[in-house]
């Protein structure tokens, strides 16, 4: 509906396909047949659709639409294959597109960039910012945006990154503020950890999870756990109750906890938007009558590369509603319900990036 949303519909894709996918399990566009499961589903909708945002962009409004208006003609009700569909989009396009398809079709994987700045910025005019891109093996040919913002406005670049690195610089520069690199999301590339906010998608591609039943739970936190793990798609999980754990047991896991946990310093790595009380959590200002049962997923304090989440319930049927519920909210942080029903959803704000540079 705007520019805006797009651009936040192309950043989540960009976060389900790091989140869901590990490289490991990663594979071809070309393969993606149906979804069956959550890694399924990232690579086919997620890759796939940035990788239509890339083509379109690469050939332009007109010969995108036309190529896909052609091709619905010419193959209806036919098997169609992606050799099929590069034919229709270089008819219409009148250029070659083997590169691209070879590789964001039939290659696996997706670019890891970060950025190294260097540079004399001087606050007063006539400064200069310069630096390089950086790409992880296996390298990816790409153009990538690169955005300057500084007081006397925005200033922007593309830079093709074929191999290790490729320089930039920016002249005559004065108060920088910020340079970031493809800030509108527009090229498939494999997000960094920074980059993305403890989600429910962190847990549905969890390898292992530890569920962990709090002193503090009401009702039946077994029968809770059970629910949560299976909504999840978790299958080696474990469910034990607080006093039969110690921190080295949680150290390599995934961790939920069912209810508050005594021991704060498992909450440590929550953002400054929460507050935890003996009572709950406080949101936002949000009030108790607003809702009965919440959800966080934070940063897990021991490892940054895993996620530690707090199930608050509520009466014990909506709970358990709301507890079979969660998957279908991924790319969030937070949730709240209210006799079962969700009230309030979002996601933590992400503060910092191997792709963004800030003056102070």
Request: proline content about 6%.
């Amino acid at each position: 509906e705007s520019p805006a949303e797009a651009r936040d519909y192309r950043l989540q894709a960009l976060r389900n396909y790091a989140s869901l996918v590990p490289p490991a399990k990663d594979f071809p566009l070309a393969r993606f047949v149906s979804r069956t499961d959550p890694l399924t589903k990232a690579v086919g909708y997620d890759k796939g659709a940035m990788v239509f945002h890339m083509l379109r962009r690469l050939i332009g409004e007109e010969d995108f639409w036309g190529a896909l208006r052609d091709i619905c003609r010419d193959r209806l009700f036919q098997p169609t294959s992606w050799d099929d569909l590069r034919r229709g989009f270089e008819q219409r396009s009148r250029r070659g597109l083997s590169d691209f398809f070879d590789q964001w079709v039939q290659r696996r994987g997706a670019p890891r960039i970060h950025l190294d700045v260097s540079g004399d910025a001087r606050p007063s005019g006539g400064g200069r910012v310069a630096g390089r891109l950086v790409q992880e093996k296996p390298f990816f040919d790409s153009e990538v945006e690169l955005a300057l913002e500084t007081r006397a406005g925005l200033r922007q670049k593309t830079l093709r990154l074929s191999d290790a690195s490729s320089a930039f610089e920016f002249t005559d520069v004065s108060a920088p503020k910020l340079i970031s690199v493809d800030p509108d999301c527009h090229l498939l590339r494999r997000l960094e950890p920074a980059e993305i906010p403890p989600t429910v998608n962190s847990l549905k591609s969890s390898a292992a999870a530890t569920l962990v039943i709090s002193a503090r739970a009401s009702g039946d936190g077994r029968r809770l756990a059970e629910v949560i793990a299976r909504s999840l798609g978790i299958r080696n999980h474990a469910i034990v109750e607080e006093d039969q754990i110690g921190s080295s047991r949680l150290a390599d896991r995934d961790v939920i906890f069912v209810g508050l946990p005594n021991d704060r310093k498992f909450l440590s790595t929550a953002p400054a938007e929460l507050r935890w009380d003996e009572r709950g959590f406080a949101l936002k200002g949000l009030t108790p009558a607003e809702a009965d049962t919440f959800f966080a997923v934070l940063t897990h304090p021991g490892d940054p590369l895993r996620v530690m989440a707090v199930f608050l319930p509520g009466p014990a049927a909506a709970a358990e509603t709301a507890a079979a519920k969660i998957t279908h909210y991924g790319r969030y942080s937070y949730l709240t319900f209210k006799d079962g029903q969700n009230r309030e959803k979002g996601s933590w704000a992400v503060t910092r990036s191997p792709v963004i540079h800030r003056w102070d």
